[in-house]
């Protein structure tokens, strides 16, 4: 079977975990210097088909072709030696290694018997400024944002020829900044003839950047056409139906924002920050923080969840002065903190879905000091049913979840501590469109029991969908305003940010 036109070809692809398919029979041809955008809902096979691609995992039936010759990719050594790459949704750096040495981790350089680390050091960074990324590689990765580290884990993955580069949610904690960056080497790669398959949940981004689409649901590709056929709702509709297409829209809540100061916070601030904040969150409203990278919109969280230290602040729940100074105080005070990076602060990921839930609350599950067992695996069980977590069981780590799956965990656990103050950090990154309804439902819910949330994303669509009163951040202070009965459409947070 020649298929000498598509740099891959995969040709009735099945997979299927503990008896339940996953992929049933699915065809995907890539061409040569191509972006083939792959987009779906989660848990719909996305990463399993690329997983199978770089033999990652193995198929259960099924053929792949590479330049048209039928190919067995096994193990993802199979893949390497094929010329494809994968850029995983979650992170394969080490945390302790520098950038460098995490470029040339599996491959790198030997002299006189002896890693070469002068030499991977001098090519990491001839590498970074041929890509544009500013980094620098003597730094470990513990101590980078984790923007910074998804460009490295790009760096990585092209340290090596490539022929087929494939990239999962590679957007999801990147700026608007580093975004356009990552495109940019998109173009340049495929002007180079390599073959990219794009995953995301980002539409306007698969719309900007793709040249073809295939949709994926419930393990079968619903659809493959080129982008000028699709605009975002047909390819809503076509993900998860009618019902997604309107959902980011502001509603008006049945029961009214109280007029009643729920959290008062005064001079809010932080080492290395000059300025300060002080705002205000009302019983039963979603305040919106907005702004460019460096803001303070992340470090403002942080402080109010204990994990940044902070200088003389006030701050005053229900009229009660408080003591900020770990995540417990906050915790113990129903203050609680769904953060940007689920994957290294909100979750973790090699423990079992049953653990992840229940840790942040032994007390409901626990009696006499003692964990009680059964109790906890109903709890976790409702949590599943609850905030609709597709898993193949509560002992299953949440690894092997999707990346949205794993956020509605890390969700679910702080939800059922009964909090207060709900702080939700890019809740969305890398969720599918059907669950970030979902988790604008969610909050709408918390927030008509007058609890309060303050809401970050860098989508500002999300942020008027779901926010009653924002705040524009720059530097570290607030330079604006603004009520949502004001906003006309997106523009006018996007002006307000530029400010």
């Not at 990765?141 to 092209?158: F, H, M, N, S, T």
């Not at 969840?305 to 003591?323: E, N, S, Y």
């Not at 005070?333 to 973790?348: K, M, N, S």
């Not at 049953?354 to 009696?367: D, E, G, H, V, W």
Request: hydrophobic share 40%; charged share 25%; glycine share 8%.
């Amino acid at each position: 079977m020649e298929q000498k036109q598509y740099a891959i070809s995969m040709s009735g692809i099945c997979k299927s975990f503990g008896g339940v398919p996953v992929l049933d029979h699915i065809d995907f041809n890539l061409e040569k210097g191509e972006i083939h955008a792959l987009v779906g809902g989660n848990g719909a096979g996305k990463s399993t088909l690329m997983k199978i691609m770089t033999g990652v995992y193995n198929c259960d039936d099924g053929k792949i072709f590479v330049d048209g010759k039928e190919t067995k990719i096994l193990t993802p050594n199979d893949a390497k030696k094929n010329g494809i790459r994968m850029i995983f949704q979650e992170l394969s750096l080490i945390p302790t290694l520098t950038v460098a040495e995490n470029i040339f981790l599996n491959h790198e350089l030997v002299k006189n018997m002896h890693t070469d680390k002068k030499e991977m050091a001098l090519r990491a960074e001839r590498l970074l400024k041929d890509l544009e990324i500013d980094v620098d590689v003597s730094a470990k990765i513990q101590d980078l944002e984790v923007g910074v580290c998804q460009l490295v884990e790009i760096a990585k993955a092209l340290s090596v020829d490539a022929s087929v580069l494939i990239m999962d949610e590679p957007t999801a904690s990147l700026t608007e900044e580093e975004t356009e960056l990552l495109f940019k080497i998109m173009g340049r790669l495929k002007s180079k003839g390599v073959s990219i398959v794009y995953i995301s949940h980002r539409l306007k981004e698969i719309l900007h950047i793709a040249d073809m689409i295939s949709v994926l649901k419930d393990g079968h590709i619903v659809i493959t056409d080129k982008k000028e056929v699709f605009d975002m709702q047909s390819i809503v509709r076509y993900m998860i139906g009618e019902k997604a297409v309107n959902q980011f829209v502001y509603k008006e809540r049945s029961i009214a924002v109280s007029k009643e100061v729920l959290l008062e916070v005064e001079n809010l601030t932080w080492e290395g920050n000059e300025n300060s904040l002080s705002f205000h969150v009302n019983k039963g409203e979603v305040l919106g923080l907005i702004g460019l990278l460096g803001s303070g919109r992340t470090e403002t969280m942080e402080v109010l969840f204990g994990l940044r230290r902070q200088r003389q602040a006030k701050i005053t729940l229900d009229g009660m002065r408080l003591k900020i100074n770990s995540p417990s105080d906050a915790v113990k005070y129903g203050i609680t903190l769904i953060p940007e990076d689920r994957r290294r602060q909100g979750a973790v990921l090699w423990h079992s879905l049953l653990s992840n839930i229940t840790l942040p609350n032994l007390q409901a599950n626990s009696r006499n000091g003692r964990m009680q067992h059964k109790k906890s695996r109903v709890f976790s069980e409702i949590c599943v049913d609850e905030f609709n977590i597709k898993t193949e069981g509560i002992d299953v780590p949440v690894s092997s979840l999707s990346g949205g799956n794993q956020q509605k965990v890390v969700i679910a656990k702080w939800f059922k501590t009964n909090p207060r103050i709900l702080l939700m950090d890019e809740p969305t990154a890398g969720v599918d469109i059907g669950a970030k309804g979902e988790i604008v439902k969610l909050v709408r819910e918390f927030a008509q029991k007058q609890g309060g949330v303050i809401f970050v994303s860098s989508e500002l669509s999300e942020v008027m969908a779901i926010c009653d009163r924002i705040l524009v951040l720059k530097n570290g202070k607030i330079i604006n305003e603004i009520k949502r009965e004001d906003i006309t459409e997106e523009e006018v947070l996007q002006n307000a940010i530029q400010q």
